[in-house]
């Protein structure tokens, strides 16, 4: 919980954590509402007009068992066997049609929002963008791309001399299988949301590392997670242009993966346009600063430096991978994946014995990160508000260390007002699994990043959250429609802790659309 900043004493991060959290209604009024089906919506996906396709195989139906995504880590640094080096065209097309990639298509009189992606994204807006750099294989020669989820291709978008990205990134990719970067295209999403949109494109650009973590370790690659680089260069060599879309992190892929160089540079802020190679996506842009000046703000700051200290945050236990069989395969669970309709009213009935902790079984495993030291976890706290679980007191519970340990079993008493109902009725779910994060440690230890950063490390969790819950048939509907005080006090939170994330699983109803996967050939 935090109080409001005081007049002129704040910089644009600690405004921006207490507008987008706590002053949200305003913030959007303030700078938003434009109304979606009008000729000024903005498209779904990137044109990338007059460049060469480089086309994909299909993905792989199978991606091997759900346990797979989460590998134990390699002993010393020691390489896994079995995976040569480079992605290839027939790893990126895994990678990229299972995070980015359109996986269903809604069909209905209530089909407002027609294509799904593997990931939830605020009103189907899709702002988050992959692209990667390969050292080259037999099939796909070395260099930058971008993915086009619409045509399920490639578009070449860099040279292949890798030191300049190995500077950006201050790690050694000499041994390394690739590198993926996200992006956000802010404007897809602040044509609705204002600047409130950077808080949403924060939280998916998490998500979709979250599925992309996931997908790479059934490969046989582990992936490290930097949140801070430098910004303007990666934007460069991707040929982005800020302020209408920005890198907002990057993974390095490798049978083992390196660590960064120390600790990450303090960048300079740039104002104005960056030098890139040229506008790859949807021409003119379209992020206002005088009407989305927080949004503008909060990126050049957050992009501008890494903020003081050590730039790494206190170690924090971290969930061992799952042993046992391997679980449903994570393909047919990624498209399973369901946020329960425009308007979630899950089925009125419990979650079974051990439903909740086979769903929470990976949400914090240890994933190598430049926030966190070496082996640590997630620096994400993760209660859940259980009203209706099979041999569980209703109350609220902490998940640590693979077991879910009651907080206080008369707690969660002040949830109904905190979380009013709107296009989800949360009180008809058994549970809510809620995210919060140190907000005070995280601007004290990362400045200006943090509110970037931790807003993704919790979307990689959600991310996992949301899988889980559909390989126990259950739909998870990411929810920012809480009142974030009332909610923190609900769950017990201390001073300077605030909530990310609000998940509501349950079992949908049935509706009156029609759903059918987009399959991009390959076996059924």
């Known amino acids: 919980m935090s109080a409001a900043p005081r007049p002129g004493t704040a910089g644009p991060g600690e405004r921006f954590w207490w507008r987008s959290l706590h002053d ?12 979606e ?37 390699p002993r010393s640094g020691a390489a896994v066997p079995g995976a040569p080096r480079g992605l290839g065209r027939a790893r990126i097309a895994a990678l990229g049609h299972y995070t980015c990639g359109l996986s269903r298509m809604e069909l209905g009189p209530s089909a407002r929002w027609p294509y799904h992606r593997y990931t939830p994204s605020a009103r189907c807006f899709f702002p988050t963008e992959f692209s990667c750099w390969t050292p080259g294989t037999d099939d796909l020669r070395a260099g930058t791309y971008a993915f086009d989820p619409a045509h399920h291709a490639l578009v070449e978008v860099g040279a292949d001399d890798p030191s300049a990205l190995s500077a950006a990134l201050a790690t050694d990719l000499s041994c390394v299988s690739g590198v993926v970067v996200l992006a956000s295209v802010f404007w897809r999403t602040a044509f ?3 600047s409130y949109a950077y808080r ?66 303090v960048f300079p802020v740039v104002d104005g346009p960056h030098p890139v190679s040229g506008r790859s996506g949807n021409d003119t842009p379209r992020i206002d600063p005088d009407r989305l000046g927080e949004l503008v703000g909060i990126q050049r700051a957050d992009h501008g ?15 061992a991978p799952v042993s046992g069989a391997p679980g449903p ?27 909740l902790e086979r769903v929470l079984a990976h949400a914090l495993y240890t994933h190598p990160s430049d926030l ?40 969660g008493e002040g949830m109904d007002r905190a979380v009013p109902p709107a296009n989800v009725d949360h009180r008809a779910a058994p549970c809510s699994v809620f995210l919060s994060v140190d ?36 739909a998870a509907r990411v929810h920012n429609g809480y009142r974030a005080r009332e909610t923190a006090a609900a769950l017990g939170l201390g001073e300077g802790e605030e909530v990310l994330f609000q998940i509501i699983l349950g079992r949908g109803r049935p509706t009156d659309t029609y759903e059918m996967d987009i399959v991009r050939g390959g076996e059924q």
Not at 226 to 242: K, Q, S, T
């Open 372 to 411: 966190v030291p070496e082996g640590s976890g997630p620096p994400v706290d993760v209660r859940v508000h259980a009203r209706r679980i099979t041999g569980s007191r209703a109350g609220v519970y902490t998940w640590r260390g693979g077991v879910l340990e009651s907080s206080a079993p008369a707690g």
């Open 329 to 355: 395969d994570l393909s047919a669970t990624l498209r399973d994946r369901r946020s329960g309709g425009r308007a979630f009213v899950p089925e009125d009935r419990p979650l079974p014995d051990g439903a």
């Open 192 to 194: 609705r949301y204002g």
């Open 24 to 35: 949200t209604a305003r913030m959007i009024a303030d700078s938003g509402g434009g109304r």
């Open 200 to 265: 949403l494109c924060a939280q998916e650009a998490g998500m979709v590392a979250g599925g992309l973590l996931m997908v790479s370790g059934t490969l046989g690659l582990r992936g490290r997670v930097h949140h801070g680089f430098d910004v303007p260069a990666v934007a460069r060599i991707l040929g982005v242009e800020p302020p209408d879309e920005a890198p907002m992190l990057a993974v390095v892929l490798g049978e083992s993966v390196p660590r960064a160089a120390g600790a990450p540079a």
């Open 305 to 319: 430096g890494d903020g003081p200290g050590h730039h790494r945050l206190p170690g924090v236990p971290g969930d």
């Open 37 to 73: 089906g009008t000729v000024d919506e903005p498209p779904r996906v990137k044109a990338h007009r007059g460049r060469p396709r480089i086309p994909l195989p299909a993905p792989p139906r199978s991606l091997g068992g759900l346990r797979d995504g989460f590998p134990p880590a």
């Open 439 to 474: 907000r005070a440690l995280g601007q004290r230890v990362l400045g200006e990043r943090a509110f970037r950063a931790l807003n993704q490390e919790a979307g990689i969790v959600a991310q996992r959250v949301c899988v889980g819950a559909a390989a126990e048939g259950l």
